[in-house]
């Protein structure tokens, strides 16, 4: 089938024009986040920075609220590290996937626990573009995570931005 006989969808609001135009630019971020090798639990491989401080951190935690925003997601993002290496990451997916419990905290914690094959994340530390709230800091202590460190405080992280 060519372009010309396929029929192309309206886009009759502003919500889903900005939805379509956020996709794009999401892939463009998605692109530099992420590199493409394959890991042992699955998934892509993560991007290391090439200064493993706390600054590279928490800098990857706000490009993942970054492409949460972009995606029309509520602005969040969290990494988990384990000896200076990234080893989950996630952005905000409670608007997009439509999952109340989709914090981008709770999603680096299944990532970091999927990438890994165990539950048990001792020794990590979970950076977060803003204050982790009470379910998410509970699922640190479960998951064992050390400690916790964060930029933006929930007041200044900015509102969702919900279509609809």
Known sequence: MS?????TASLSSTCQRR????GV?????????WSTGATAGGGEAIL???????????ARAFKLR??????????YGAVIVRKDVIIGHSHSRVVVE??????AELAAIRDAARRLSERDLSGAIMFSSSRPCP???AAAYWANI???KYGSNAASAGKPKLCG
């Open 19 to 22: 939805q379509l135009v956020s």
């Open 135 to 137: 379910m998410c800091e």
């Open 3 to 7: 372009f010309s006989d396929t029929k």
């Open 48 to 58: 290391q920075p090439e200064v493993p401080d706390d600054a590279a951190f928490i």
């Open 66 to 75: 970054n492409l949460a925003v972009a995606l029309g997601d509520q602005p």
């Open 146 to 148: 050390a400690e916790m």
């Open 25 to 33: 630019i999401a892939g463009g971020v998605a692109a530099a986040l």
């Open 98 to 103: 439509h999952d109340p419990t989709g914090h």
